[in-house]
């Protein structure tokens, strides 16, 4: 679902940077968040091995995502990431926001939805995903690099546009507990050498969002 919230994000990247031509369709969006083929940006983050996809189904909430991503908005807040098992092995991928001035919202089609679709490698946090109109990426975009299922994940990526490299940091809770945060940071500097962490930002996460709650 793009609603008019999304395509006024979309209009305004698209005023900030002339590069960028949403045209009247914004679902051309969903280019830019599907993250280059992980060979193209030199990846040397390897995949959690072992990686039990039914158990990192399920609900996470966006903690520490990049701040200098140019199709973030930085007025994003309460993000959620979620991840359904599908029959055919494959699982359905719901991001939702919601804008920061627009807290405490009652009506929870006021949030903005970003749907979409991956598979992963068997056995590997290695992982394919996929939005409208687009096909599935030939190589892995989005790298679980750690998880303990649990309490938080670590993810990356690497963006097309400039070969940026991202990190994301999930947690299963909300409110991410002061030293999960400093064992996940920690986790980063160890699995991502030389990440600057000061591109890492958080967002609000708390009891004035209103979450979609599947």
Avoid at 89 to 111: A, F, H, Y
Wanted: charged share 20%.
């Amino acid at each position: 679902m793009i609603n008019n919230k999304l395509a006024s994000v979309l209009m305004s990247l698209a005023a900030q940077d002339s590069s960028l031509n949403f045209g009247a369709n914004p679902a051309s969006y969903y280019q830019y968040l599907a993250a280059t083929p992980a060979p193209y940006c030199g990846v040397d983050v390897a995949p959690m091995e072992n990686f039990d996809l039914e158990r990192y189904t399920g609900t996470w909430f966006i903690q520490k995502p990049n701040k200098d991503v140019f199709w973030q908005n930085r007025n994003w807040a309460c993000s959620e990431a979620r991840y359904n098992a599908q029959p055919d092995g494959t699982v359905e991928v719901i991001n939702s926001s919601q804008l920061d001035g627009d807290l405490k919202q009652t009506n929870l089609e006021e949030r903005t939805y970003f749907p979409g679709s991956a598979r992963c490698d068997p056995g590997l946090g290695q992982c394919y995903v996929s939005f409208p109109g687009l096909p599935a990426p030939e190589y892995s975009n989005y790298i679980v690099a750690y998880t303990d299922y649990d309490n938080y994940a670590i993810v990356y990526s690497c963006q097309e546009r400039d070969l940026k490299k991202l990190v994301t940091v999930l947690s299963r809770d909300s409110l991410f507990d002061f030293r999960l945060h400093d064992e996940a940071i920690q986790k980063v500097t160890e699995l991502v050498p030389g990440y600057d962490l000061d591109r890492l930002y958080a967002p609000y996460q708390g009891d004035k969002c209103t979450y979609a709650n599947w």
